[in-house]
């Protein structure tokens, strides 16, 4: 195994996971993560460095002075969204002289608004294994969830499954090598999760 395939944890958990639990706004509480002394010092850490990337931007807005202040906030708002957003994946276009992007977090995002429009479906974390950085690679998707226990555990994975596939296919820049649906824990009704 080499450094490369070890990823850092902040006690149980990874960065891609505690971002995209801030990303969500902490919504559903995640008690193990909000218990884990680790994560929870790790999280603090992400938002002061969310707080004090909007700050930045906002002093150099204001060191500009004349520009078209509604312009500017747009741009901000376009930028605090996305800033934390993991990388910026290429959207082919036919013009040369265009850079479009969709970030990670845009589709993970997605991934999640699904995920929240079928019942008893809690999406944890959703991964990208390859290169998004290149366009048209194949990536490899993985989609971590929680199920409620109260209907059949397969139909909900496939059904959300299909959602992501299709969504996807629909609005992702990259070609899907594969996309799995992983359930890694199931949720009692009446219980805290």
């Known amino acids: 195994m080499t450094d490369d395939d070890v990823e850092d944890r902040y006690g149980a ?28 010092a790790a999280l603090r850490r992400l938002e002061q460095l969310r707080v004090a990337s909007a700050d930045l931007l906002d002093a150099d807005v204001r060191a500009a002075g004349a520009a078209d202040d509604d312009w500017i906030a747009r741009v901000l708002a376009s930028i605090r969204t996305t800033a934390h957003a993991g990388r910026d994946i290429p959207v082919p276009d036919d013009d040369p002289t265009s850079r479009l ?11 999640r608004v699904l995920g929240d429009a079928l019942p008893g479906v809690l999406v944890r974390r ?68």
Request: proline fraction near 7%.
């Open 13 to 40: 958990f990874t960065l891609d996971e505690l971002a995209d639990y801030l990303d969500s706004g902490r919504d559903p509480v995640r008690p193990e993560i909000e218990t884990d002394a680790d994560a929870s």
């Open 126 to 193: 959703t991964r990208f294994e390859g290169d998004v950085t290149t366009p048209g690679a194949a990536i490899h998707v993985e989609v971590v969830v929680a199920l409620a226990a109260d209907a059949p555990l397969r139909e909900r994975a496939d059904a959300l499954r299909e959602l992501v596939a299709a969504a996807l296919h629909e609005h992702a820049p990259f070609a899907v090598a594969s996309l799995t649906v992983r359930v890694a824990d199931v949720l009692i009704p009446g219980e805290p999760t």
């Open 101 to 111: 992007v969709v970030t990670e977090g845009a589709i993970r995002g997605l991934v």
